[in-house]
């Protein structure tokens, strides 16, 4: 079921989103050569409980951190650890969720560490293109359809692949709602974009294959074939006037 939002809940999603916003800045201008996955771990972790939040993922079915750390072929799903330290030429997806006063709001960035390869770069910069692709369908009386066939016939126009075993969602109270938002799909198919919805919009590209596999821990997912993985996410709520992201940041696009 798709829950419309009311004026008020929309105002906390907002608060909750702003906190998640701010906090990836903070991890943005941490993650550099030599910083263990887990260091940003604990400073996402401060910095939330230090502003007023809490860290959604955390204990979200057992999970044991506030981040996903997913470092180079790792999709989705990467738990911080002491012992992987981030060098040059790595890239980290932080996938990051905040609750405040009982509402989320989450977003994610894939951050290059030092200098990477050309083809690294222009994976990361086109994947962070498609979500804003899908943001531009945000538009009452679209489809969720529409949003999906705009990320994927963007990214697909490099040769990369759409992830299909993990989708965007809704979201509010509970970090994951109705509608699914796959990164792939039919314009003019699925459900129909209404004023107070509140989802997230988040590409999942990679550089060869779409398919994937989770590994022991049952969260750590990677690419079939080795190669590297981008993530980008906002939180967006549908308005009249057309999509207002929520979990925008002072810098809006990451990737030059």
Request: charged share 20%; hydrophobic share 35%.
């Amino acid at each position: 079921m798709i829950i419309l939002k009311s004026p008020t809940e929309i105002e906390c999603i907002r608060r909750a989103s702003a906190l998640t916003a701010k906090t990836l800045e903070v991890l943005i201008e941490a993650a550099k050569p030599g910083v263990t996955t887990l260091e940003l771990d604990t400073l996402a972790e401060e910095y939330i409980r230090s502003h007023g939040g809490t860290p959604s993922c955390k204990g979200y079915y057992g999970y044991p951190a506030t981040i996903c750390a997913s470092v180079n072929d790792v999709v989705v799903h990467g738990i911080p650890s002491a012992k992987q330290k981030l060098k040059h030429g790595d890239i980290i997806s932080i996938d990051l969720v905040s609750c405040v006063d009982g509402y989320h709001g989450d977003s994610c960035v894939t951050i290059p560490i030092g200098h990477v390869k050309p083809d690294v770069h222009k994976l990361l910069k086109v994947t962070e293109e498609s979500l804003f692709k899908g943001i531009e369908q945000v538009v009452v009386g679209n489809r969720i359809g529409d949003i999906s066939h705009a990320v994927q016939t963007y990214a697909e126009k490099y040769g990369y692949g759409i992830v299909r075993d993990f989708v965007g969602h809704g979201i509010g109270r509970d970090m994951h709602e109705d509608p699914q938002i796959p990164n792939y799909g039919m314009a003019g198919h699925g459900p129909l974009l209404k004023p107070g919805m509140v989802i997230c919009i988040e590409p999942m590209i990679t550089m060869g294959t779409y398919k994937v596999r989770v590994l022991g821990d049952d969260w750590t997912t990677v690419t079939l074939d080795g190669k590297p993985a981008a993530h980008f996410e906002h939180t967006v709520v549908v308005t009249e006037n057309g999509p207002e992201i929520l979990t925008m940041r002072s810098e809006p696009r990451l990737i030059k």
